[in-house]
């Protein structure tokens, strides 16, 4: 084992998000959809990476402590369903994704869309969106550890490595990221900075009702360009098409191999299409 | 006290083999431990582990570096002294090193009289994850005592010699056992080697 030996989710390539909250009138077919959530962020995963490597899973559990957990690993198989679940006025969910070569604030943004267009009533915990990896690196006695790095940054008050490390990016001192992440969470206003979209965070775009902001691919084009755009293209058409008019889908070479999942949802039709004025502008 | 470690992949079945050995260890008569810890921040083993009625402790994640080994520690001597189980059953991450977690267990000082790490992996997705992942998934089995190679049950044909003759050559001396935790394909082969 040598001294500078990468942490084992670093090494595997792997990185792991999620968040949790609450269902509304959770029943038959909320469970549907929430499988239908679970094979949209998996199809993600896949284009991304090539395989799915890893797995989604989800936790369904009510006051009783009864509760349903799906789970999705391959992707032909589709998700499986343990356990049943009687309906219910409100239920609390864990929804965790672990998986190799995906970028952890994509995955997670992916993850936030699904539940949000999955038609579910839901209510998502702002805090389990926080950053929580602040542990106290004066009881880390891991001498692996990459937080260790950071002693030689000058700046005594530099939070940087708390958000660098855990998402496998740079402990690189030297790092540009180290100069402007100091806005806690906020990211930087240069638009030549390809790192911010790593710091910026989801939980400041869960609003008072616990629903996914629905303009927060606009509030970047007022600072400049938000370089989310640059590798998050095809977001619009995967899902912001409203059913019954043309799926987009297939305007994009990159989902001829798939199965248009606006089809699935067509015959399932929304409860409410809260993203559906996105494609209008 | 026993202390098993189950050590493998993201969905190589690990929570599965884990409520199938504490259910056996159970009906034993043996009081049984569970620890898991998933990668992230969000778990959902530990809620699937209790709505099935098992009565499991979950490691707070986070920053995967450090949090298993201060926790960890305290964790495993809370049990010692609050519970004292005959067994302790450990689910780390399908992101972590199992041989890692073993030193941990060593340094905590719960005198145990065995820690052993069972290593298991996925047929279904062997191929890929050695196309993608060999020398993680190598250095993931290295420190288990043997390897099952779980999902028998949808094995393609050929596919079990295969997985056994690379797990082979990489572990001479490790028995390989093919399993399904799912319909007790082989169980009693691994209930046997821990008992
Ligand atoms: N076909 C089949 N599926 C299995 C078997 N064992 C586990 N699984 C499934 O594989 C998935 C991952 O299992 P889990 O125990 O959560 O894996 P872990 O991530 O290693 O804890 C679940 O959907 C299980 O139902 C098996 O023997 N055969
Ligand atoms: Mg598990
Ligand atoms: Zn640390
Ligand atoms: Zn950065
Ligand atoms: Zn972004
Ligand atoms: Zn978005
Ligand atoms: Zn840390």
């Known amino acids: 084992m040598s001294g500078n030996e990468e942490n084992s989710m670093k090494e595997a390539g792997g990185c792991a998000a999620g968040f949790r909250g609450k269902f509304f009138n959770f029943n038959a077919d909320a469970e549907a959809r929430l499988a239908d959530a679970l094979m949209a962020v998996g199809k993600y995963v896949q284009g991304e990476s090539g395989c799915l490597l890893g797995h989604i899973k989800a936790a369904v559990v009510n006051e009783k402590g009864e509760g349903i957990t799906l789970n999705l690993i391959d992707m032909d198989n589709g998700v499986e369903h343990h356990g049943t679940l009687p309906r219910c006025d409100v239920v609390t969910f864990d929804f965790m994704c672990a998986v190799l070569d995906v970028d952890e604030h994509e995955l ?12 579910i009533d839901y209510f ?9 990896h602040h542990h106290d690196h004066k009881e880390c006695d891991d001498p692996d550890c990459d937080c260790h790095k950071h002693v030689q940054c000058d700046d005594p ?3 940087c490595h708390h958000h660098h490390h855990p ?3 740079c402990d690189d001192p030297d790092c540009d990221c180290h100069k402007h992440v100091h806005e806690d969470g906020k990211e930087c206003d240069d638009p030549n900075c390809s790192c911010h979209h790593h710091h910026h965070s989801f939980a400041d775009m869960i609003d008072e009702n616990g ?4 303009d927060h691919h606009h509030h970047d084009h007022e600072h400049g360009e938000c370089h989310c755009h640059d590798h998050d293209h095809e977001h ?9 008019e043309e799926c987009h889908c297939h305007d994009h070479e990159h989902h001829h191999d798939d199965e248009c999942h606006g089809h699935d949802e067509e015959e399932k039709p929304k409860k409410k299409g809260l993203f559906g004025f996105l494609k209008k502008h | 006290m026993q202390v098993y470690i189950l050590g493998g992949f993201l969905g190589s079945g690990k929570t599965s083999l884990l409520m199938k050995l504490a259910t056996m260890f159970s009906e034993r008569k043996a009081k049984v431990a569970i620890l898991v810890n998933e990668s992230g921040e969000i778990g959902v083993d530990g809620a699937t582990l209790k709505a099935q009625g098992y009565d499991a402790m979950e490691l707070p994640s986070g920053c ?14 809370n049990i010692k002294n609050d519970i004292d189980p005959d067994v302790i059953i450990i689910e780390p991450t399908g992101l972590a090193l199992p041989h890692k977690v073993k030193e941990l267990v060593r340094i905590s000082m719960i005198e145990e009289d065995a820690d052993v790490i069972i290593g298991i992996c996925d047929i279904q997705r062997f191929r890929d ?5 060999e020398e993680f998934f190598t250095r993931q089995m290295q420190g288990s005592e043997f390897i099952l190679i779980n999902k028998a049950d949808v094995a393609q044909p050929g596919e079990i010699e295969d997985a056994t003759a690379w797990l082979s050559e990489r572990f001479p001396n490790k028995p390989i056992i093919p399993v399904s935790v799912k319909d007790g394909t082989n169980l009693e082969k691994v209930y046997e080697l821990i008992k």
């Open chain 2, 129 to 133: 994850l050695i196309k993608k992942k």
């Open chain 1, 236 to 244: 619009e058409h995967e899902h912001h098409h409203e059913h019954g």
């Open chain 1, 124 to 132: 998502i915990d702002k805090e389990s969106l926080e950053h929580k």
């Open chain 2, 64 to 77: 995967i570096c450090c949090s298993l080994s201060g926790t960890l520690q305290t964790a495993l001597k």
């Open chain 1, 167 to 169: 998402d496998g990016e």
């Open chain 1, 157 to 159: 008050d530099c939070e």
């Open chain 1, 108 to 119: 997670t943004h992916k993850m936030l869309h699904a539940i949000d267009d999955s038609g």
């Open chain 1, 211 to 214: 629903h996914f902001s629905h």
